[in-house]
């Protein structure tokens, strides 16, 4: 399978790209804790991601059949940044963070089937398996080693190392402890925000 260039770059495209989904659906999980101080409010982010599934998967299989592989693949990863160097300009609202978690989620639903459906035409039918195997196992894996990973470097230091956003926290708000959620609310707003968003070359 490896010996293939063309699998070799979908494989490396694949697991590259769930490395940047899994420390953003982590770290956007985490940025809405900070702001709202609610576990309800990361249920918002989880709801963000699980609506574009359920609105677009039943048009993705049918683009996929009627556009080229790699341009709905380009597409998606294009797609995917609009929302995310928007962020920045919404001054990092809650509401913003939602849009951002709900656009990426609709860039993997198109992207998904279109990856999947171009392993078919880079290998043998006899390697079709194992050639799957490789490319969902780096992908679990990628899910069990940097999940965590994600979670403590948010905790260390910060929304920004993560590429989601970075905020200068004020002093503690005259009656209120630090770190409350009045406090990180008015740091993210006052703060500044950066969004850096990385894209692996599609084939």
Known sequence: ???SPAYRRLWAARTVSQWGDVFATVTLALLVLRLTGSALGVTGVVLAEIVPVLLLA????????RRP??????????FRAAPAADL???????????AVAFGLAAGN????????????TLVDDAQLVPANSGIWTAAVLSQIA???????????????CCGVGE????????????????????AH???????????????
């Open 189 to 203: 707003r006052g703060g500044t925000v950066f969004f850096e968003v990385q894209s692996a070359q599609r084939s």
């Open 88 to 98: 920045p300009l919404l001054e990092g609202h809650v509401s913003a963070v939602y």
């Open 69 to 78: 592989r790699v341009r709905v693949m380009v597409g998606a990863d294009l």
């Open 167 to 186: 905020h200068r926290r004020p002093p503690a708000l005259p009656g209120q402890p630090p770190g409350t959620p009045d406090q990180l609310l008015a």
């Open 146 to 160: 940097l999940a965590p990973l994600a979670g403590l470097t948010f905790v260390a230091f910060g929304p920004g």
């Open 1 to 3: 399978m490896f010996a």
């Open 58 to 65: 039943p048009l993705a299989g049918t683009l996929v059949d």
């Open 109 to 120: 639903v198109l992207f998904n089937p279109a990856a999947g459906s171009a392993l078919p």
